[in-house]
């Protein structure tokens, strides 16, 4: 599976934008890119996925670079509820290995007050 | 969507014996998966549940340490056997349902060996 990078944490104030980047570099062309949150002491939660195209859902947006190298998960406005570990997650289209993730170190995301 | 109940939520063990843990899903899915989470640590992929066969193992993970169990679409068991400390996690299932759709996970299972 190619490998994501990310910081190990990041730090925002509240009400403000955060930008949430993530690197890979060894994308394949049918890798999907997924981004999921684990608020503390619960389980991981989907945030948004896509391929080539930016998406924008009612939680945040994804900002995939055009070679697909890089992308970016966009909070447009933190709250305090938004502290968690954010995981970026490459899935490869097809066969059976949907559902199946392959989780790095993530980064810790804290909102100031 | 999915809706995923685990039980226990929460046990404190004693080494050298074994516990069960249920997933329960509100649908019928075609995956089912089982994590597992070290304190401090990110999830591990222990194992795919597969309906009707035996389960499929990532590497570092065996059978007769995590057996699991999946006899319909809605149902798996994940047993932790002969735990030691070093077992003591949080063990997570997780459905998904289609080719780069949404992944649903339970609450977790926080297990303590003592």
């Known amino acids: 599976d190619a490998k994501t990078t990310q910081p190990n944490s990041m730090e925002s104030n509240e009400e403000e934008p955060v930008h949430l980047p993530c690197n890979h570099s060894?994308?394949?062309?049918?890798?999907?890119i997924h981004w999921y949150r684990q608020l503390p002491s619960q389980g991981p939660e989907y945030v948004i996925h896509g391929l080539t195209s930016n998406v924008n859902n009612r939680m945040a947006s994804l900002a995939i670079a055009e070679d697909r190298k890089s992308s970016t998960l966009i909070l447009h406005r933190a709250t305090l509820r938004d502290a968690a570990v954010y995981y970026c997650i490459l899935s490869r289209a097809g066969g059976t290995s949907y559902g199946k993730l392959t989780f790095g170190q993530g980064t810790i995301l804290t909102v100031h007050p | 969507s999915a809706v995923i109940s685990q039980k226990p939520s929460r046990d404190i063990c004693q080494r050298g014996t074994s516990l069960t843990i249920q997933c329960q899903v509100d649908?019928?899915?075609?995956?089912m998966f089982w994590y597992r989470q070290q304190p401090g640590q990110s999830l591990t992929l222990i194992a795919t549940a597969n309906q009707g066969s035996e389960a499929t193992y990532e590497s570092g993970f065996v059978i007769d340490k995590f057996p699991i169990s999946r006899p319909n679409l809605t149902f798996s068991t994940l047993t932790v056997s002969n735990m030691s400390p070093e077992d003591s996690s949080i063990y997570l299932c997780s459905v998904g349902q289609g080719t780069n759709t949404e992944a649903f996970f339970g609450q977790g299972t926080r297990l303590t060996v003592v």
């Open positions: 649908s019928q899915v075609t995956m």
């Open positions: 060894t994308i394949s062309g049918t890798d999907y």
